[in-house]
């Protein structure tokens, strides 16, 4: 029996979840007389309570961690010759692995009867996105532009190195390695790009209330967006620190 199972993720309220665990009760009443045919459990209901173990579990995660997108849900065929004692009980599921139920997961379906058993289901959750992709190749070292980067649909339940929900997280970066069209940015593949580089002059502004003062100044470090770095006040030759506000820029406070 070859049951490949795929649903799409809708919100999380709770009438939706009441309907969940209604279908889950009708699916494991209306699927017993036909999978427990002589007094066995066959792999359609494992798998039906499997599939609804797993919706109600990532919907209960994606609302608990307020993480927008969709999902799909793939139940892996399991051998149709198994054969397992009718449970006198209800079936339960628990995730086995991983600690989320994202990606590669494998749900522990359980008899907790007369006479117990444990079946292991694997599973696919596959969740999908809006992240940061380039849009055209880029090269290593490159500092990446607006240009250079749109938002699309991902499925990131593989990417293991951190993705970007913003293209003003990318925008300004440097690229660590080279990228090609339509690949997904990862934070392994940006490194804060320098704006100021040791020996720069650069403009140092003093912002209190309404007061602003300008003075030159003379950086004794490289930084980049935001940083804080040493530069020397060519009026007064203190050296202080600043915060890099543009290329050419810094900024202290009063």
């Known amino acids: 029996m070859n049951i490949k199972t795929t649903v799409f993720r809708r919100l999380g309220s709770p009438q939706y979840r009441r309907s969940l665990c209604a279908w889950m009760a009708l699916l494991a009443l209306g699927a017993g007389h036909q999978a427990r045919a002589d007094n066995v459990t066959l792999p359609d209901l494992l798998i039906g309570v499997t599939q609804g173990f797993l919706e109600f579990t990532v919907e209960d995660y994606l609302a608990t961690t307020q993480t927008p997108g969709r999902y799909e849900i793939q139940v892996n065929p399991l051998d149709p010759r198994l054969r397992m004692p009718m449970c006198d009980k209800e079936l339960t599921g628990s995730l086995e692995s991983p600690a989320q139920p994202i990606g590669r997961v494998t749900v522990r379906v359980r008899c907790d009867g007369s006479s117990p058993w444990t079946v292991f289901v694997p599973a696919q959750v596959r969740l999908f996105?809006?992240?940061?992709?380039?849009?055209?190749?880029?090269?290593?070292?490159?500092?990446?532009?607006?240009e250079d980067v749109a938002m699309r649909e991902r499925d990131i339940s593989q990417i293991s190195q951190g993705y970007l929900t913003s293209v003003d997280q990318a925008i300004g970066q440097k690229l660590t390695r080279p990228m090609v069209s339509d690949q997904v940015i990862t934070l392994v593949h940006l490194?804060?790009?320098?704006?100021v580089r040791k020996g720069d002059q650069v403009v140092i502004s003093a912002s209190s209330g309404g007061l602003n003062v300008k003075m030159p100044g003379e950086a004794l470090a490289n930084g980049g967006m935001s940083e804080q770095i040493r530069v020397k006040n060519l009026n007064s030759k203190r050296v202080i620190k600043a915060r890099v506000t543009a290329p050419g820029q810094v900024e202290v406070a009063l």
Do not use: M, N, S
């Open 191 to 195: 490194e804060q790009a320098e704006v």
């Open 129 to 146: 996105r809006e992240v940061v992709t380039v849009t055209r190749p880029l090269k290593r070292t490159g500092i990446i532009g607006f």
